[in-house]
């Protein structure tokens, strides 16, 4: 495969995986297709923007017409599909775009390149970049936490807990609550359709909680860091005892390149870091590394942690089981949870311009109003 087609580049995820191909795959064209919404932004990408092997098209994946010209004028053998709608917050307000870009802007890809393709399968590739909320929610059958059983060795440390004994296996039956899950889920049933219906080459993953730099601030852990810096109230959704489990964004780019190029067809990978963290525990951390590495004395920002009204429909605990991809494919986290996350709060403070960028203008009236209503 030399012409991959990623699209989302310009978003989170996407520009690390973007980074990643341009940076590893010389001889590859890596066409970063991206509508820019307010999520996408290309100051994510500066670094590789004038690479050869780089092409940046601005353009709606549910633009089918725009989509079919792309896959012609490139030559498209492989897609790498992560463009969406990401915010559960924002999928609860409205719904109808979550299910017009998840929904109807993969099966706008996945037609396109059915057509491209025209049965010619040797050697195509459709990847669709997944997320474990369409698995529903856990439980929370062990409060404190405890050791697991199967901690990899990669990402343990003490902070390393289990709260309950289940976790989403690749076979866990499909049960999202949100819109956002809800949208997420049914593209993925479009993408297996695909394979199943017509044999297309396709490959599915869920992960769990991605952190690092390039997040949008509208997100949990950018947006406390940057709370914390300018000493504004951290709204805790509920009682702060929901439970995510968290991976370095560059660990998930690590294994979409493992999986693109070695994944088996029309299979299924879980990806996660074994790595629960109670939301408030980890916004204790947030804070202790802001204040550190701000010069702060300790206990500086702790009064800033504000218990807000719930998410509605919030999901209590979602734990990955990642032994598959392990195992089949000898995927593992590369960092530590503590590693991550210093370098992540390192990044964000040492990168206020980036963040600025963002957060003044439209989006300040956004949040504003968002966190009125909580
Ligand atoms: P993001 O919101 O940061 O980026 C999404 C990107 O998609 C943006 O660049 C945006 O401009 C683009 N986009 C949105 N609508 C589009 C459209 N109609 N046409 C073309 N481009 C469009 O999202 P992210 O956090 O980087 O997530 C990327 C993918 O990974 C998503 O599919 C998400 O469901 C999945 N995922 C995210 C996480 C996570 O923790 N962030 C975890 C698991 C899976
Ligand atoms: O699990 C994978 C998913 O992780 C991805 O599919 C989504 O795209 C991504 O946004 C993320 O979803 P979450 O809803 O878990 O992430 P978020 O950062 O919005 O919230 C993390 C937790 O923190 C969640 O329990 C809600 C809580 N929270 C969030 C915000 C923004 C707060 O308590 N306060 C907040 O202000």
Known sequence: MKNILITGGAGFIGSHVVRLFVNKYPDYHIVNLDKLTYAGNLANLKDIEDRPNYTF??????????????????????????????????????????????????????QAAKQYWNGEWEDKRFYHISTDEVYGALELTHPQGIEPPFTTTASSSEHHLAYGKDFFYEDTKYNPHSPYSASKASSDHFVRAFHDTYGMPTIVTNCSNNYGPYQFPEKLIPLFINNIRHGKPLPVYGKGENVRDWLYVVDHARAIDLIFHKGKIAETYNIGGFNEWKNIDLIKVLIKTVDRLLGNPEGTSDHLITYVTDRAGHDLRYAIDSTKLKNELGWEPSLQFEEGIEKTVRWYLDNQAWMDNITSGEYEKYYEEMYKGR
């Open 57 to 110: 098209v601005k353009a709606d994946i549910c633009d089918f017409d725009k989509i079919q010209e792309v896959f012609a004028q490139y030559h498209i053998d492989g897609v790498i599909h992560l463009a969406a709608e990401s915010h559960v917050d924002r999928s609860i307000k409205d719904p109808f775009t979550f299910a017009r870009t998840n929904v109807l802007g993969t099966l706008s890809l996945l």
